[in-house]
């Protein structure tokens, strides 16, 4: 028996704290039945309770009992929605009682584009290996690559060769010159990464969507029958997404930033938040996100704060810089286009005339020949195998590659009148950051509402992380004026054995291009090879060091001031002036905007129109 004028009573709340809990006083004539009684309604999920005390205190305060319980009660359920909101929003939507602005927030995705997914992959089930008992065995890591191509050397892979469709590998055969590690009492004291995003389903309405398509309801109608090593497409769909990411891709960014950390992890403050930026298209925005959880684990935004920035026209940014580039969407900048259609129809005319011979009244061309060819590295990325890839021999994937080369080239190298400018703006900001200022004029692309801030274009990182496209980045390194990707490339051939412009080892899905800034004591010198340790006299000295898909870039082959050293670094100072006239270099104003006509391929060398 409770005490006298004391009611002990067990209250269980529903669990969801979102239920409304309602109290009510019970008339003269309930009190006997139910003194108190409290219905806790649960949408139906639960039958209502009722709870009675053993024992009913005075009348008088008996209302100020139920007054201050209910009370109590939804003091606990509004701390409770304030907490689920917290959790929810904390990491993109205040800083104590600050909103924070729209260009840090991730969630929502803004202007994200297309975002079609596309058949699930079976791979377990449709992996056609081994292809013979001579065969050695190779597991699938994830992708499907051991393919019997014909007269392919030992070891010579066909996914090393798909221009910026290959899935990512380190730069196989670097850019003549050696790798060296720093010498002792040397350190890296900067980095910055410009990352391209990871493998993903062609873009919107490409060629090969369009023939893959028209493919598939050709068979689909019993319009067509085919035969032999191409008696696969009889059953085949056409079943790839658009845009977004492919789970390889996921993984190309995740393996980036735990490679990341391992090289670069001591450079991170722990006591900062790093600011990394990004473009607001989904592919952009989740390759940045899993490049940050490979590299600071999945709590990555307790380390780093992730600014996108718009992607699409007429919005100026600097990581999609043809966005507010007018001309480099025209056909004054296609040279490039039109040197590839050149070299497709030399190295592709054996290939269709085999595959004709199998396609019964299906009248192959040579651009259906080359779609063809492209499906390729987009099913392998998205199922982990394709048939599509071995009906080709191992020269004509070599052909396939070089004419990637040449549409690169004449669209966003120096073959091209826009190929500077597209880079421009992130070679400013580079340089903004390399000497401290803001930039608070608009000169190019860049976001001058971001960049004349320090919160959204901080000067004192140690680490820098900005992700971007393939083609940008190509323009950034001819912005950046590093000739010796400038030399013409013949488009009737024969393929250059020597070349350095091979965009399968430029700009694959997962490109990256590191540039490090290195403190050394002394100056370094300039031949390593002997003793890779040796200084030489004088004091402090910082160098700037380009890697490209983890291999060093020579500066030395592009600035003749930097000397032919054979660790490709280059003395900062010495670097820096070499770009000091690279924004007029670039004539971005005309480039982009300026009223000239289409000129052959390579009649333009620097990048920019003819004067």
């Given at each position: 028996?409770?005490?006298?004028g004391?009611?002990?009573k ?6 969801h704290?979102?239920i ?23 949408d139906?999920?639960e ?8 024992s ?16 109590f009660?939804?003091?606990i ?24 602005p ?12 297309p975002t079609?997914t596309?058949r699930t ?11 013979g008992?001579?065969?050695?065995f ?14 392919a050397?030992q ?25 060296y ?36 309801e ?16 009889n ?16 993984q190309?960014l995740f393996?980036?930033g ?9 450079l ?8 990394a ?8 925005l ?23 920035i ?8 600097s ?18 286009t ?11 005319r054996n ?5 004709q011979?199998?396609s ?17 590295p ?12 071995d ?10 590659e070089?004419s ?21 703006g992130y ?21 001058i ?19 971007s ?17 400038a ?11 020597n070349?350095?412009l ?20 002394h ?6 090879r ?13 160098y700037?060091?380009f ?31 070499t ?33």
């Amino acid at each position: 028996m409770a005490p006298k004028g004391e009611a002990y009573k067990e209250l269980h709340l529903p669990e969801h704290a979102d239920i409304p809990l309602q109290c009510r006083e019970v008339r003269s004539g309930e009190e006997e039945e139910a003194p108190y009684t409290y219905l806790l309604e649960a949408d139906d999920r639960e039958p209502h309770q009722q709870l009675t005390p053993p024992s009913q205190p005075p009348r008088g305060r008996k209302s100020t009992v139920t007054m201050l319980i209910c009370l109590f009660v939804l003091l606990i359920l509004g701390l409770l929605s304030l907490a689920l909101d917290y959790v929810e929003d904390s990491t993109s939507t205040s800083i104590g009682t600050t909103t924070i602005p729209q260009y840090f927030q991730t969630t929502g995705e803004s202007f994200a584009g297309p975002t079609a997914t596309g058949r699930t992959p079976f791979l377990a089930q449709n992996d056609p290996v081994p292809f013979g008992a001579s065969r050695s065995f190779v597991a699938n890591t994830p992708l499907e690559t051991a393919l019997p191509i014909i007269g392919a050397p030992q070891n010579a892979s066909i996914f090393h060769l798909m221009g910026q469709l290959s899935p990512y590998f380190p730069n196989p055969s670097g850019f003549g010159v050696d790798e060296y590690s720093l010498p002792r009492g040397t350190t890296i004291t900067q980095v910055h990464v410009l990352h391209r995003h990871g493998s993903r389903y062609p873009t919107t309405d490409a060629a090969v969507e369009r023939f893959g398509k028209a493919l598939a309801e050709l068979v689909a109608g019993g319009n067509v029958n085919f035969t032999g090593a191409l008696s696969f497409v009889n059953p085949w769909t056409y079943g790839l997404g658009a845009e977004i990411l492919v789970p390889v891709g996921r993984q190309e960014l995740f393996d980036s930033g735990v490679l990341h950390y391992y090289n670069y992890g001591n450079l991170y403050n722990t006591s900062t938040k790093i600011i990394a930026r990004t473009t607001t298209q989904d592919r952009m925005l989740k390759s940045a996100e899993y490049f940050m959880a490979g590299f600071f684990g999945l709590e990555w935004t307790r380390n780093a704060t992730l600014e996108p920035i718009i992607e699409g026209d007429l919005f100026n940014n600097s990581l999609a810089g043809y966005d507010n580039c007018n001309n480099s969407n025209l056909a004054v900048a296609e040279g490039g286009t039109n040197a590839s259609t050149q070299w497709q129809n030399v190295y592709l005319r054996n290939a269709t005339a085999r595959l004709q011979s199998m396609s019964g009244n299906f009248q192959w061309n040579i651009s259906d020949t080359f779609n063809a060819q492209t499906l390729c590295p987009y099913e392998t990325v998205a199922y982990g195998y394709s048939d599509w890839c071995d009906l080709f021999t191992y020269e004509e994937w070599l052909g396939f590659e070089y004419s990637i080369d040449l549409s690169f080239a004449g669209n966003n190298y120096f073959q091209s009148p826009t190929g500077r400018a597209v880079g421009i703006g992130y070679v400013e900001e580079l340089l903004a950051r390399l000497n401290s200022h803001l930039l608070t004029t608009a000169t190019a692309q860049d976001n001058i509402t971001l960049d004349n801030n320090t919160v959204t274009f901080p000067l004192n990182q140690t680490l820098y992380f900005d992700f971007s496209h393939d083609t940008n980045i190509a323009a950034v390194l001819t912005a950046l004026g590093l000739k010796q990707f400038a030399p013409l490339l013949p488009a009737q051939g024969p393929i250059p054995s020597n070349r350095s412009l091979i965009v399968s080892h430029l700009q694959p899905f997962g490109a990256r291009v590191d540039i490090e800034i290195i403190s050394a004591p002394h100056p370094v010198s300039a031949t390593r090879r002997d003793n890779p340790d040796e200084y030489s006299d004088g004091g402090p000295t910082q160098y700037i060091h380009f890697l490209i898909n983890q291999r060093t870039l020579p500066l030395g082959k592009s600035f003749p001031e930097c000397g032919q050293r054979t660790d490709g670094w280059c003395e900062l100072p010495t670097f820096l002036n070499t770009q000091k006239d690279s924004l007029a270099k670039a004539r971005y104003d005309e480039s982009c905007n300026g009223d000239y006509a289409a000129v052959p391929y390579g009649t333009v060398t620097d990048g920019v129109p003819l004067s």
